[in-house]
């Protein structure tokens, strides 16, 4: 009967835990993937693209959408009528609240100051618009539009106070 030799159970506990451990963890290709996730992304439209081609026309839809009109030819309730109507619009809200997700991003961002707290209100008003809409609760729905247009206003007043008008260039 052959005697075991203790002196080499350290060196190979070693290996064989360096092997158990190697096996568990991610290759390297994939912990650099997880660590750029934000040079991922399409950064192609800026802040003002983005506004001109997506959140602007989404939320005109929005506020076009909502409250009343009283003129020379009478009163006029602006609120969708049939349930493709409010589905509509709550798709156009979707819009608003992934607009501010969309400015947001790393590369768009202003700054991590107040410019993320309007990206996160201009979120959360959308979300409230959707909320709205699916409840077709017209009350809520003008407010949700009401929200957004104080996050647009404070941000253009914070970051943009010589926008004279939605289409300046």
Same mark, same amino acid.
């Given at each position: 009967?052959?005697?075991?030799? +203790? @002196? ?5 506990? *070693? ?24 040079? =991922? #992304? =399409? &950064? ?7 506004? %001109? #081609?997506? $959140? ?6 929005? !506020?076009?959408?909502?409250? !009343?009109?009283?003129?020379? @030819?009478?009163?006029?309730? &602006? ?6 109507? !409010? /589905? ?8 608003? %609240?992934?607009?501010? =997700? ?12 107040? !410019?993320?707290?309007? %990206?996160?209100?201009? @979120?959360?008003?959308? $979300? ?21 247009? @104080?996050? *647009?206003?404070? *941000? +253009?007043?914070?970051? /943009?106070?010589?926008? $004279? ?5």
């Amino acid at each position: 009967m052959k005697s075991f030799n +203790h @002196s080499l159970l350290g060196p190979v506990l *070693c290996v064989f835990g360096s092997l158990v451990l190697a096996s568990c963890s991610p290759p390297e290709d994939d912990v650099a993937e997880v660590s750029d996730v934000a040079g =991922n #992304y =399409n &950064l192609t439209l800026n802040v003002k693209e983005i506004m %001109a #081609y997506v $959140l602007e026309p989404a939320s005109d839809i929005l !506020w076009d959408s909502g409250g !009343w009109v009283l003129d020379a @030819s009478g009163y006029e309730e &602006l609120y969708p009528t049939t349930d493709d109507g !409010w /589905n509509y619009v709550r798709a156009q809200a979707a819009v608003v %609240a992934e607009s501010g =997700n969309l400015l947001a991003l790393t590369g768009r961002a202003v700054d991590n100051d107040a !410019w993320m707290i309007y %990206a996160k209100g201009l @979120s959360e008003a959308g $979300l409230l618009a959707m909320t709205a809409a699916e409840a077709q609760n017209e009350e809520d729905f003008f407010q949700a539009g009401a929200q957004i247009y @104080s996050v *647009c206003t404070a *941000c +253009h007043q914070a970051y /943009n106070p010589d926008i $004279l008008s939605k289409f300046s260039e």
